[in-house]
C-alpha cells in the first residue's frame, strides 16, 4: 500500500487498512478513478472541473474523499466517492485528504451510491437506471430484495421507481422532464400507469 500521513480522526466504525477512525494525505496524481464507482454522471467537463479547483484552491476542501487501495495490488488507490473533488486537486497537482476503506467492488460501489444520495445528487431516473443495472435484464426471483440490500434502501423505494421507468421509458420528454426535476416522483408514478390521451390530459391538469 502506497505511503500516507495521519491527519485527522473520523467517527467511523467499518474496518480500514490503516488504523480505524483515521484519514490520510495523498498525492491526488497517485488516486485513480474507478468505473467500479462511477454511479453518477456529474458534470465532470474541462470547464466545470477548472472552475472547481479554482474554487477549491481558494477555500480548501469541505470535505475528504473516499479511496480504497487498489484491487491488483499495485502502489496506488481508486476512489469510491468524490470524483470531481480529485478531479479538481489533481488539476491542481496537490494533495488530498481522504477516508481509506479495504473493500471489494460491491460494498465500493453501496459506498459510492451512499454518499451521493446522501448528497441528493441522484434523480429518480438515476435511481432507476442504477437499480435496473443491479437488477440484470432477467429479473431473478427476490431480486428488489437484493437489490434493495446492496444499496441500503427500502424494496419500496426499488420497486416504484423502476416501474415507474420502465412506465415511461418510451417517452423521451417525459423522462427528461422527470430527470430534470420539472417533474415529481409521485407525479411521475400516476403517468407511468397511464399511456395516450389519458396522459396527456394528466400532464395538462398538472
Request: hydrophobic fraction near 40%; glycine fraction near 6%.
Amino acid at each position: 500500500m502506497p505511503k500516507a500521513s495521519f491527519l485527522a480522526e473520523e467517527n467511523q466504525t467499518a474496518q480500514t487498512t490503516l488504523p480505524p477512525s483515521f484519514a490520510v494525505n495523498i498525492p491526488a496524481s497517485e488516486i485513480e478513478l474507478d468505473p467500479v464507482t462511477h454511479v453518477r454522471s456529474g458534470d465532470e467537463s474541462k470547464e466545470s472541473i477548472a472552475g472547481f479547483a479554482a474554487q477549491l484552491a481558494a477555500e480548501g476542501l469541505a470535505q475528504p474523499i473516499l479511496v480504497r487501495p487498489r484491487a491488483d495490488g499495485q502502489p496506488g488507490w481508486r476512489v469510491i466517492a468524490g470524483r470531481r473533488r480529485l478531479l479538481a486537486t489533481q488539476l491542481n497537482n496537490g494533495t488530498i485528504t481522504a477516508y481509506v476503506r479495504d473493500v471489494d467492488d460491491e460494498t465500493a460501489r453501496r459506498l459510492a451510491f451512499a454518499e451521493n444520495h446522501r448528497r441528493k445528487q441522484f434523480s429518480p431516473v438515476d435511481l432507476a437506471k442504477l437499480f435496473l443495472e443491479s437488477r440484470g435484464e432477467k429479473a431473478p426471483a427476490n431480486w428488489s430484495e437484493r437489490v434493495s440490500k446492496q444499496f441500503g434502501v427500502s424494496r419500496a423505494t426499488v420497486t416504484e421507481h423502476v416501474k415507474m421507468y420502465e412506465g415511461i421509458a418510451d417517452d423521451a420528454e417525459l423522462i427528461a422532464q422527470v430527470h430534470g426535476g420539472a417533474l415529481a416522483l409521485d407525479a411521475a408514478i400516476l403517468l407511468s400507469k397511464t399511456r395516450g390521451e389519458e396522459r396527456t390530459a394528466q400532464l395538462q391538469a398538472a
